[in-house]
């Protein structure tokens, strides 16, 4: 048997025994192997061609082994030699540039229509971009909404935020959030917010990560029929991450804004043309799921549930905002 086949027999057979992990670098480069153990703040990781590595938790991620048809594995040995030499340079010494991680980001696109007895039109597009760095996680969204009903617009919505956390400690983080909206059939011209405030990990494990906090926002709302200015908003979060698998994720946020000031909104009778003032109560909830799976290193689809309620909105039936959506995503 040539040296070839034989190099390509005995990767597919350690590959085999190992259990079903792959270390993912913090510049991007991944080593399939077992895991050994956690200990220290420290990963142990054996490869088949590298041997046993000792990896910091801040510099590289245990995840599970995308289920790669084995067809794929079969390439030239001089050209994995390549991409594990690579890994190796990557792992000696470790340098600032391993603890910091590129920008990576998701473009996400859905659509749907329907004509019969009720004509339907609905599309979504929204932009994802993330990056970490030492003790920093900053994470940018974006996303347009709009739909129509009858060739009645149903949906107009615009909105983006950027988060910001550093952690303070193993499991306590500080963060800001900054976000902006506007909802042309909630009539909400402009509504900015800044919220600042701390959070706990509950969940910090290999497929589960979980965290709860509270902080304080300032909002500034200029609606139709509702008083024009800034408020302050007491708001409790929480977001939670499941890993099914090395392809299905599981991702769940809530927010709950409220403040013990209200908003007067203005209601005018056309018959009398009399002005009534109602002082609503000032809160909000969001929540917000997704399944993400992957179709391919690059591809994604994503379902999505997504709920909204702002009682301060004039509009009754604008103040509730209720979505299932899906949309195929491309990574970069």
């Known amino acids: 048997m040539s040296y070839r086949y034989l190099y390509i ?20 480069d991944r080593i399939t192997g077992e895991l050994i153990r956690r200990e220290d703040g420290k990963i142990y990781f054996r490869s088949a ?39 190796a340079e990557s792992l000696r010494p470790p340098s600032k540039k391993a603890a910091t991680r590129p920008w990576k980001g998701k473009l996400e696109f859905g659509f749907q229509n329907q004509a019969g007895r009720k004509s339907t039109l609905n599309y979504t597009a929204r932009a994802e971009m993330e990056r970490s760095s030492q003790r920093n996680q900053y994470r940018l969204n974006a996303r347009y909404l709009y739909g129509e009903s009858s060739q009645v617009v149903s949906s107009d919505r615009r909105d983006a935020s950027f988060r910001w956390r550093h952690e303070i400690s193993e499991r306590i983080f500080g963060q800001t959030l900054t976000s902006y909206s506007s909802d042309q059939v909630s009539d909400i011209n402009l509504n900015a917010e800044q919220n600042a405030g701390f959070g706990y990990k509950v969940l910090q494990g290999e497929r589960q990560t979980g965290s ?12 139709e029929g509702v008083e024009k200015g800034t408020a302050y908003l007491g708001e409790v979060f929480q977001d939670y991450t499941y890993k099914l698998n090395g392809r299905l994720t599981f991702l769940q946020n809530i927010n709950v804004l409220y403040s013990p000031d209200g908003r007067s909104r203005a209601l005018t009778s056309g018959a009398s043309s009399a002005l009534f003032v109602d002082q609503a109560e000032n809160y909000k909830v ?4 997704s399944l993400q799976g992957k179709l391919s290193e690059r591809i994604s689809l994503n379902l999505r549930y997504e709920y909204e309620y702002d009682n301060a909105i004039l509009d009754r039936n604008g103040r509730t905002d209720r979505r299932v959506t899906s949309s195929l995503g491309y990574s970069f």
């Not at 902080?215 to 709302?221: A, D, H, I, K, S």
């Open 9 to 28: 027999f005995c990767t597919l057979c350690l590959s085999a025994l190992l259990p079903a992990a792959e270390l993912q670098l913090s510049n991007g």
């Open 212 to 223: 709860v906090g509270a902080g304080l926002t300032v909002q500034y709302r200029d609606a």
């Open 286 to 289: 969001r929540f917000n799921s």
């Open 49 to 87: 061609i590298l041997g046993e590595l000792v990896i910091a938790e801040t510099d590289a991620v245990v995840m599970d082994t995308p289920e790669t048809p084995v067809e794929s594995l079969a390439g030239l040995p001089p050209e994995i030699e390549q991409v594990q030499l690579r890994d």
